[in-house]
């Protein structure tokens, strides 16, 4: 996988997020069966302030977030729980955008009693299952997309995120 990754926020160069946002793009992609290397998604490592403009100009919500997703194709699935449509080889190779918010990652993951970097795979991966038609806005599709973040950093060696 090619992630373009832009740092705004030099906070994030101190876990090395170009590693983490390979290992977790890489990891989704290949659970999906999809080969990593012929896939690109770019990567904004911002703060709360930048998240907080892009998610009121894109989402009419002015506040920060942890991770937004902007897929370069609609790939949803209709039903809700069903697998969404799959990026075609050598046509689909840009999948799309994501930013990712230090201060809301970190208040998160101490909130959690998490480490930064475990934190921050999760939420590279669940970006990156945005960007392939994932979404959780219906109850299956929440469920569908909930196991796949699971089993994925399951495979990575990190604990199930949604776990009380």
């Not at 090619?2 to 977790?24: F, G, N, P, S, Y």
């Not at 970006?127 to 495979?155: N, P, Q, V």
Request: proline share 5%.
């Amino acid at each position: 996988m090619t992630v373009d990754c832009m740092i705004e926020d030099r906070r994030w160069a101190e876990i090395d997020l170009e590693t983490l946002a390979q290992t977790a793009t890489d990891a989704a992609l290949a659970r999906l069966g999809l080969e990593p290397s012929v896939f690109e998604i770019s990567l904004l490592a911002c703060n709360d302030a930048r998240i907080a403009t892009l998610n009121a100009d894109f989402r009419g919500k002015p506040q920060p977030t942890n991770v937004l997703s902007w897929p370069a194709q609609e790939r949803g699935a209709a039903v809700d729980g069903e697998m969404p449509h799959a990026p075609k080889l050598g046509m689909d190779a840009e999948l799309g955008d994501i930013a990712i918010a230090y201060d809301t990652c970190a208040r998160e993951a101490a909130d959690a009693g998490k480490p930064l970097t475990d934190h921050t795979i999760h939420l590279l991966v669940h970006g990156t299952l945005h960007l392939l038609g994932f979404d959780h806005e219906r109850d299956r599709d929440a469920t569908l997309m909930e196991g796949l973040e699971t089993e994925i950093l399951g495979k990575l060696g990190l604990p199930d995120p949604y776990r009380v």
